[in-house]
């Protein structure tokens, strides 16, 4: 099952890095069930369950979201590149 990323929320302190400071997401399925995880239960469904996650641009074209770590070992999720300047994933409204 894939899902749709619809919303994030973030940490309020300084992140040198910005994708880092998302802690949850918001998402709904193919089965019209929508929910909220934190961003490391989403980073262990695709990494580990082959879940398949993504987000939608203002036209409604796919953008596939992908596991990644930092250096020190930081799990994080990133989109893949497209082309938008922006982040897809920060660009996202926050969740309610």
């Known amino acids: 099952m ?3 990323i619809t919303c994030i929320n973030k940490d309020n302190g300084y992140h040198q890095n910005p994708n880092l400071a998302i802690t949850h997401l918001g998402w709904i399925g193919e ?3 929508s929910n909220k995880s934190t961003r490391l239960e989403i980073y262990d469904w695709i990494k580990n369950q082959n879940g398949i ?3 939608t641009d ?3 074209n796919k953008v596939n979201v992908f596991t990644a770590e930092t250096i020190n ?3 994080y999720l990133k989109t893949a590149a497209d082309n938008t ?10 969740c309610k």
């Open 2 to 4: 894939a899902i749709r």
């Open 31 to 33: 089965d019209g069930k």
């Open 53 to 55: 996650a993504y987000v």
């Open 58 to 60: 203002y036209f409604g």
């Open 73 to 75: 070992g930081t799990k």
């Open 85 to 94: 300047t922006t982040n897809n994933l920060l660009s996202l409204p926050e």
